[in-house]
């Protein structure tokens, strides 16, 4: 698949980020609010305004990384060559910190949005919502850097030419000034600068031709000099990566009239150096600028090196060319790409081969499938084949087929036409059936017979076969194989059982959960033991567990009615003192007063608050408020205030319908 990144829409600044985002919100929201709306509309609307602002920053920033390359995900030649051009930590630092930002928006507009819903005036939901569009209008100014960043790296991805690193490749490499871009511009249309001095050549060029009905690419790469890998600059560095990742056929070009600043020696020396990276590809050693100086000009010892390098390494040729007569420019291109052809397609027969056993002689892989799929009919030995002449044809009683002739044979067309025509005249097929008796072709097929399938009798040896299969269910039955005990349960169907009651379980639990959630609203649990009772009912529970009710139901009607209470027939230790009514419902009916601060938390020897577990409770008091405080949820201490009478509802002209409200 080709790779290109031209698509990639502009980065804003961050300033012009922050304007967008700001813009559409003020643009698709409505912008009027007023006191006298009740709070749960104020709440809603700015709630809308936070979480439409968080979403638009979220979708700029998910379409920013979607838009540029994942280097996990592209071919090794282009996770390379960014590397190169931009270097591969820089860019995965940069998309982590607006993934970052992503993340930290959604933080605060999830926040923000739970302390709107307990907001109690229009002024507090404002300012909520205006601190929460600041702190997302913050995180994405810290983003200038690498949204500049980006922006640049977007440019150059644009100018960048589109390389498909998997079709047929032709690689131009060698020394600066050797000829590289006058044969790439020779053989296509590409718009190459081509200049007589060195390193005119600074990225990588693509053109492309058509040879025997295939589209070809060649890329011209920048020149390379013979030094260490580490010293290569990133004009260098380019050409090795598109040497080493691309599978393509290599044209490394060569000067000997040393026209290009460079000796014969070094040029062969650097073929030496870079070696390595030719491993399986097809490798075409060219000899460019023949006008000036052939081989065979050369002296002795360097025309050894130069057959060296073609003798020593495998699929390796030497051609020859002049790209100013250009001789020899097209019997180049065409050999290079018939030697690419052939080496890809016996690639691909032969891909899924390195599994194919030694001693075997069938082919496996690509090519083993095809020959699967195609049946070549061969002569038995000796056998000759002798032409079928019909016997009218050498006897001469054969006739041409003539329309006009009343003899003639008669077709179904000529049925047709006599029976009334398409549409009313249907073709006989069975008449054409051949059966042991004509008679045969018109008689219906029944599909049971006796009690039987008659397709199952198709098969000549069914009833053996039949027979076979009964014998073996009868052996089996008389041997056990199906008999199974009814206390034995199924382990997997056990297993089901076990799990689907785990699962019921855990279900009642969360109903069961959810249910207390929504039915409490932050208020304490009460249990159905300490709801409130009639006189009455305790009366009635009295007498029914064997109890004398009369002292405490005396207390609780002088408590409820303020009468003197009749004197207790519980004897005179527990009421020996006669009080006011007043004074017996204080001391009856009331609790007395408490410190909640040090009530519990007092030393049982000593009547002394201990300064050690009132730290503790007030430690445990704080640990239990911070679940609440982190969600934004009412707790213990909040005071509620209502909010003020709705204005219209109190005053004002009366109008038509009900005055319930009033």
Known sequence: MKTTWKEIAPVPTSQEFIDIVLSRTQRKLPTQIRAGFKISRIRNFYTRKVKFTS???????????????????????????????????HFRIALGTISTAKRLVETVSRDYVRLLKYAQSLFQCKSLKRAALGRMATICKRLKDPLVYLEQVRQHLGRLPGIDPNTRTLLICGYPNVGKSSFLKSITRADVD?????????SLFVGHFDYKYLRFQAIDTPGILDHPLEEMNTIEMQSITAIA??????????DLSEQCGYSVSAQIALFNSIKPLFANKLVCLVINKTDVTKPEDLDAETQQELQNLVTQNPNTELLQLSCVTQE???????TICDRLIAERVNAKLKAGQASQPANSEQPTGRLGDL?????????????????AIPEAILNGTHKKYDPTDPNRRRLERDLEEENGGAGVYNMDMKKFFDLGNDEWNHDKVPEFFNGKNVADFVDPDIEAKLTALEEEEERLEAEGYYDESESMEDEEEADIRMK???????????????????????????????KARTLGQMQNHFDS?????????????????????????????????????????????????????????????????????SEKAARMSKLSQRQ???????????????????????????????????
């Open 245 to 254: 990742h691309l599978r393509s056929a290599i044209l490394y070009f060569m």
């Open 55 to 89: 979403e638009t920053f979220c979708e700029k920033f998910t379409a920013i990384l979607d838009s540029f390359p994942r280097l996990q995900d592209i071919h090794p030649f282009h996770k390379d060559l960014l590397n190169t051009l931009y270097d591969a930590d």
């Open 500 to 530: 689907a009651e785990l699962i019921r379980n855990k279900r009642r639990m969360i109903m069961d959960d959810a249910r207390s959630k929504k039915s409490l609203k932050n208020k304490a649990h009460i249990p159905r033991a300490k």
């Open 628 to 662: 609440m405080n982190r969600m934004a949820r009412q707790g213990e201490a909040d005071r509620h205030t209502s909010a003020s009478l709705p204005a219209h509802l109190l005053k004002g002209k009366r109008k038509m319908g009900s005055t319930r409200s009033r």
């Open 545 to 613: 567990i064997g109890l004398d009710a009369s002292a405490p139901v005396d207390r609780a009607r002088a408590q409820i009615r303020n009468v003197p209470a009749p004197k207790s027939t519980m004897g005179d230790d527990d009421m020996d003192v006669d009080l006011t009514p007043a004074q017996r419902a204080k001391s009856v009916g009331r609790a007395p007063k408490t410190n909640r601060l040090t009530d519990g938390i007092t030393n049982s020897s000593t009547a002394v608050t201990d300064p050690a577990r």
């Open 371 to 387: 020959l699967a799929r195609i049946h070549v009919a061969r002569p038995l030995p000796g056998a000759v084949s002798e032409t």
């Open 328 to 334: 020899g420019v097209q019997q180049v291109k065409n």
């Open 194 to 202: 081509v200049q007589p001095y060195a390193f005119t050549t600074k």
